[in-house]
Nanobody
């Protein structure tokens, strides 16, 4: 059973930065495509960033130039560096792993951008 545990969320002022981490256990990170999603109150869950096993990266248009996804296979951890945060980034952020038909979700970490 693959387990994903997110951390690093919190309250930050507009313009600030946070780095989210997703620790993966039960599977080697290197064989999983990894994604970060977010869900704001009253909205659908949306894909924020993705990184494939081969290192191919994609971002939602709303975060391009501000967020950076990365992976450390040796530490079995995926990161999401978030800069220039604004109120629209307020959401619960979820880590998601994909390997073939197998998909797993973390429990989520709350990010609140407010002054």
């Amino acid at each position: 059973q693959v387990q994903l545990v997110e951390s690093g969320g919190g309250l930050v002022q507009p313009g600030g930065s946070l780095r989210l981490s997703c620790a993966v256990s039960g599977s080697a990170l290197s064989i999983n495509d990894m994604e970060w999603y977010r869900q704001a109150p009253g909205k659908q869950r949306e894909l924020v960033a993705a990184i494939s096993t081969g290192g191919r990266i994609n971002y939602a248009d709303s975060v391009k130039g501000r967020f950076t996804i990365s992976r450390d296979n040796a530490k079995n951890t995926v990161y999401l560096q978030m800069n220039s945060l604004n109120a629209d980034d307020t959401a619960v952020y979820y880590c998601h792993s994909v390997r073939g038909i197998f998909q797993f979700w973390g429990q989520g970490t709350q990010v609140t951008v407010s002054s």
